[in-house]
């Protein structure tokens, strides 16, 4: 729907351009719908970008470019090699680097005239509204649904706009949730959210390095128009885009009357404990059951091995996984494939099972102990701790 701008009037009188900001924005000031009041409202506003990764490298360059006066930036991660596929606001030689500086740089060295504040922290309950007040706009640039519920909560209580985003593998969504100018908000349509390791991380299933700046972008737009108040925003509308189709398909939102936050009765005040919200503590609790099925480590294990022990050693991981790299003398059986192959296993064999980190060879060590088998364990840390402590040979994916 189309929207009046969120930027008060009062707060572009005093704004001016110097002679090399009216060339370097030249190209907003001769669109009509832009001009130079709108690229007041630009310089004039603030927008706090929760995550400098895939999402938010677009979303910061792009904004940065295009002349908004001051950006925020929440991060508390370094830049790592596998970041670099899709994180462009990062380069390698910044690798190792915390997020935030790395990020910062970039940003002035595109546009010197924007303001960049860093918070080198989780964005949290007990920080999120200092951290948020100054700003306009939240955009949520993370994958995690702790900070998906505290941002849209602190943008339903705030008045603030929450421009949203999510990526998985070749498969975007984006939306702009702001009750306060009509439609939903994010709990409008996950009221609670999906029950812990249910839903695959990027870092678990993958994600195409070139969809977050398609998404991104999208949500940089959004932010601009809201600024200029021009075009019809994406409130109440969700555009999903599936890159292998090359397809957006739109969908319509509605708010919930019931809804917790935003509703007319709401339950949800203030914020709330969000990890316990999206049962993080149970999830580690289980994390922690998990790695108390019998284990070795990979100290253990590589004395095993030297010590031509007999025993079978398994990887359970996926056969592309396999190809990345793996250990000599282990057997490739898929977890999913274990159980159709049990019966090939003598119970009074030693049985060495291995992943990518332990995990799915800790459920897989359950599996065999519910199939009757008692010797078999579990290699704790998997493959990127052998790569760690053992053998750095060994590629980490
Ligand atoms: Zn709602």
């Given amino acids: 729907m189309p929207i009046p701008s969120i930027i008060d009037p009062s707060r572009t009188e005093r704004i001016e351009f110097s002679n090399d900001e009216i060339a370097r924005y030249s190209r907003h000031l001769i669109m009509p719908e832009v001009t130079l009041d709108g690229q007041k409202k630009l310089k004039a506003a603030s927008v706090l970008c929760i995550g400098a990764g895939g999402l ?13 006066g001051r950006v925020g930036i929440v991060d508390n991660d370094v830049v790592d090699f596998s970041n670099l596929q899709r994180q462009v606001l990062h380069g390698t030689k910044d690798v190792g680097r915390s997020k935030c500086k790395s990020a910062r740089e970039r940003i002035r060295d595109i546009n010197p005239n924007t303001q960049v504040d860093i918070y080198e922290t989780y964005f949290t309950s007990e920080n999120a509204r200092k951290i948020a007040e100054p700003y306009d706009i939240i955009i949520d640039g993370t994958d995690n649904f702790q900070t998906r519920y505290l941002s849209n909560d602190l943008c339903v209580f705030t008045k603030k706009a929450n421009v949203y985003g999510s990526i998985f593998r070749f498969d975007g ?12 908000c994010y709990r409008c349509m996950f009221p609670e959210p999906p029950p ?35 075009g019809e925003t994406l409130i109440g509308r969700l555009i999903n885009f599936d890159a292998l189709g090359m397809k ?20 949800v005040t203030d914020l709330i404990d969000y990890d316990q919200f999206c049962g993080i503590p149970q999830q580690k609790k289980r994390e922690e059951e998990d ?38 003398k282990s057997e490739l059986i898929p977890m999913a494939k274990l159980p159709a192959r049990m ?26 102990n519910e199939a009757g088998f008692t010797r078999v364990w579990n290699v704790a840390g998997g493959l990127l701790d052998w790569s760690d402590r053992i053998d750095s040979k060994l590629p980490k994916y």
């Fill in 248 to 267: 957006f398909r739109e969908f319509k939102l509605r708010k919930d009357p019931k809804c917790p936050v935003c509703g007319p009765n709401p339950t």
């Fill in 173 to 184: 969504q984006a939306t702009v949730f702001a009750p306060h100018l009509g439609g939903p």
């Fill in 56 to 68: 938010g490298s677009p979303i910061l360059l792009y904004l940065a470019a295009a002349g908004i």
């Fill in 291 to 328: 790695a108390l099925v019998p284990h070795v480590s990979v100290e253990e294990l590589k004395a095993r091995l030297d010590r031509g022990d007999r025993f079978r050693f398994i990887d359970v991981r996926e056969p592309f996984e396999w190809d990345i790299c793996r250990l000599e």
């Fill in 343 to 368: 019966s090939e296993f003598d119970s009074a064999e030693d049985v060495i099972l291995i992943c990518k980190n332990g995990a799915r060879s800790g459920h897989a060590v359950k599996m065999f």
């Fill in 196 to 230: 812990p390791g249910m839903v695959p991380t990027c870092a678990e299933g993958g994600v195409l390095g070139v969809l977050p700046g398609i998404i991104g972008v999208i949500q940089a737009v959004e932010a601009v128009k809201l600024i200029c108040g021009i």
